[in-house]
């Protein structure tokens, strides 16, 4: 099994920065691709951001150019960076981890965008 617990979420100005950070514990070993996926009340949940082991990285449209997903390997952690948020960007976001094909999700933290 393997644990994830996200941090940074809350309340921000449109036009402000946050920074969510997710660390995983437990069976780690093996996992590969880690990221980030929000969902916004009566929406579906939808991918933010993907990171691979190998620092390859995937970004929704909505976020590219805002959003900067890395990951420190040696802490088992991966981080979002948000800039410039906007209302649209308000969502429960969740941490995703890929571990021999199994997914595993965090409980998700809250980010709110209004002013």
């Not at 190998?54 to 800039?83: C, E, H, P, W």
């Not at 960007?89 to 571990?99: H, I, L």
């Amino acid at each position: 099994q393997v644990q994830l617990v996200e941090s940074g979420g809350g309340l921000v100005q449109p036009g402000g920065s946050l920074r969510l950070s997710c660390a995983a514990s437990g069976n780690i070993f093996g996992i590969n691709v880690m990221g980030w996926y929000r969902q916004a009340p009566g929406k579906p949940r939808e991918m933010v951001a993907i990171i691979s082991s190998g620092s390859s990285t995937n970004y929704a449209d909505s976020v590219k150019g805002r959003f900067t997903i890395s990951r420190d390997n040696a802490k088992n952690t991966v981080y979002l960076q948000m800039n410039s948020l906007k209302p649209e960007d308000t969502a429960v976001y969740y941490c995703n981890a890929v571990r021999i094909g199994v997914h595993y999700w965090g409980k998700g933290t809250l980010v709110t965008v209004s002013s």
